[in-house]
């Protein structure tokens, strides 16, 4: 606690309810947080109140914060454009800050007889020639690439003309994508041809080089060098296709960035997809961390970005919604010279952007964890289905199986990250009744689980039971979560329970919880994962409750004579089943492992006592 609270507060009492910019120091004097506020009073005295309500990280701002400067602007707008201004001047501490770190790429044309095209961030001193530079890395990259598989140049590491005929062509020389001079066949004259077209190409006059190519295979053709012809036609169909291709949609807007924001406990993940004449040119990720607040995230990232940038366009996609929406969208168009839109699409061709950009920016995040982006993806539209606080990494799910009330097990499944965790999988055995009686076995079984973790916190153990989950999924209805929520409550433990429901064809239909049902059939990805857990669970309950029956069966056939663990086990391997032991002659019976004609006329006696 910081031992200043009460003064800090008082201070802050005294401030005016006027808007203006905040600025709070430590004990060294150095600023560690900027922000703006339509009130100050209410604003700045929140951050000296009860602590329970903030965040982790503003609780560490809060303790390191000494004293605080204020400054009382005319309006709101001049309050966002004075924190921006400050913020890009001081770079505090505990402000979402973005490093401008995105460098000059060139296109790199080799100095030699057979030369190469590639790209790199850095002009190096090798005689090589330069083109450039370019502010985006993502266009260079995809230009050259695309320029080297029009024209067929190659990308490997062989020298020419040191290596012609040393090596059999690769796979790019079959799938035309390279004409292989690795094999000694290609003129240095045509070679050179298809470098220059290729640099034609890359200075960005496409309709130019597909005429001059067009010309050039016009020629051929009245030479009857129809080879060369060919090698032309497929020149320009490659550039089509690739010009088409990369025209990802028609938006219909000469100018449209892309923003889509993802976050998973503490990290933040922001992506840019900028686009221009419809085509894709740059894309753009930033980690972020201390983050915890998703709304207030994307809101400081969007001020933070076109700060740095000098490049706005008209219009700007989001994945949702932003503080102070209307201020930002004047800053934005004074800025940039003109009006600047902000929306976020509900359908149509933007709304699949921002989907699209949203993955690339799980994927981003999912990489630092080793979990991939469609996995991190399903659980935040999961999280938001539900309205749970936090992302359910960690899911525990739990089926009863019996037969007609008999062999009363029960089973529980692990998914962590989306994905199945078998060595945290569980089995029960219903304990305190014996029949059928979901609702009162769904009941028990989560008592002892969550008792089972009060004693593993005493231990101090975190793994297994000692591990609390972020979701219970139970396999049933309203009637199994009615069972299990007073037992969840009594524990004291913050965890959200729902069930999963069926159809009459025995497929998963919705999630329920203690008030009603919610659909999950219009979330594709939400419902394939639902689907997978109750089929999971359901699986492994069911096949501990045959474990169960089989252990009894087995029971059953030690009490013959002559008949041990051992040669109960051989029978039931063989004949699968109590009814074909107890049909089966002698001879059929001393057809199984392990048996003996006195074993096996003692087995058929049991079963034929009567006779």
């Keep these: 606690m910081n031992p ?9 009492m005294a401030l005016p309810l006027q808007p203006g910019v905040y600025i709070m120091k430590n004990r060294q004097g150095e600023i560690i947080y900027i922000g703006k506020a339509k009130k100050l009073k209410n604003r700045v005295s ?22 605080f400067e204020y400054i009382i602007t005319d309006s709101e707008f001049e309050c966002l454009i004075l924190e921006c201004s400050l913020i890009k001047q001081h770079t505090p501490k505990y402000n979402i800050l973005l490093k401008d770190d995105k460098g000059y790429s060139y296109i790199r044309v080799t100095n030699e007889e057979w030369r190469r095209l590639s790209y790199v961030l850095q002009k190096a001193d090798d005689g090589a020639r330069y083109i450039g530079p370019y502010k985006s890395s993502y266009y260079v990259k995809s230009s050259v690439e695309e320029a080297n598989k029009i024209f067929g140049l190659p990308t490997c590491s062989r020298r020419f003309p040191e290596d012609f005929g040393r090596f059999r062509p690769c796979l790019n020389f079959h799938i035309k994508q390279c004409c292989a001079p690795c094999t000694g066949r290609v003129k240095l004259k045509d070679y050179n041809e298809r470098v220059e077209s290729a640099l034609a190409y890359l200075s960005g006059d496409n309709s130019e080089t597909l005429r001059v190519l067009q010309d050039r295979m016009t020629a051929a053709a ?3 060098d129809f080879e060369r012809a060919a090698r032309y036609r497929d020149q320009i169909a490659s550039m089509k296709k690739l010009r088409d291709k990369q025209k990802v949609v028609d938006i219909n807007l000469d100018e449209l960035d892309v923003i889509a924001v993802a976050r998973e406990k503490n990290k933040g993940s922001a992506t840019v997809f ?24 994307r809101s400081q990232f969007l001020l933070r970005y076109y700060t740095l940038r000098s490049e706005i366009p008209a219009h700007i996609a989001l994945d949702g919604e932003i503080e102070d929406r209307e201020n930002t969208e004047l800053w934005l168009s004074e800025k940039k010279g003109r009006r600047v839109y902000l929306n976020i699409p509900q359908r149509g061709t933007q709304k699949n952007l921002v989907d699209m950009c949203q993955k690339n920016a799980f994927e981003a995040l999912g990489q630092l964890r080793g979990v991939t982006g469609k996995q991190l993806s399903v ?8 309205g749970l606080d936090k992302l359910p990494e960690y899911i525990e799910s739990y089926d ?3 037969l007609a009330g008999a062999d009363n097990v029960a089973g529980m499944v692990v998914f962590e990250n989306a994905r199945p965790l078998k060595s945290a999988y569980r089995k029960f055995k219903i304990k305190s009744f014996s029949g059928q009686d979901d609702y009162g076995s769904m009941a028990e079984v989560l008592t002892r689980r969550l008792n089972e973790y009060k004693k593993a916190q005493e231990e101090g153990v975190e793994t297994g039971f000692g591990r609390l989950p972020d979701l219970i999924l139970l396999d049933g ?17 913050p965890i959200p329970v729902f069930g999963m429901v069926k159809d009459d064809h025995h497929r998963t239909r919705a999630i329920v919880s ?3 049902e919610i659909a999950i059939r219009p979330n594709r990805a939400v419902f394939t994962f639902v689907t997978n857990i109750q089929d999971e669970v359901h699986r492994y309950s069911i096949g501990f409750n045959r474990q169960q029956r089989k252990r009894v069966l087995g029971s059953t056939l030690e009490e013959i004579d002559g008949i041990g663990k051992k040669r109960a086990k051989e029978l039931m391997r063989f004949f699968r089943t109590i009814k074909k032991i107890s049909t089966a002659t002698v001879e059929e019976l001393e057809q199984a492992p392990g048996m003996t004609h006195p074993a096996a006329v003692s087995v058929y006696n049991y079963f034929h006592e009567e006779t």
């Design 4 to 12: 200043k609270m009460k003064e800090l507060r008082q201070k802050a």
């Design 274 to 297: 900028r686009f221009n004449d419809s085509r894709l040119y740059d894309t753009e990720n930033f980690i972020i961390d201390d983050v915890d607040d998703e709304v207030d995230f």
């Design 477 to 493: 209805g309203k009637g199994q979560v009615g069972a299990v929520l007073p037992v969840v409550a009594a524990s004291g433990l």
């Design 514 to 516: 203690d008030t009603g």
């Design 46 to 67: 929140q951050y000296f109140g009860s602590q329970n309500n903030h965040t982790e990280k503003v609780r560490r701002m809060v303790d390191n914060v000494d004293d």
């Design 379 to 386: 659980l935040d539209e999961l999280k938001n289905l539900l």
């Design 222 to 224: 009245e030479a009857l």
């Design 400 to 402: 009863i199986s019996n």
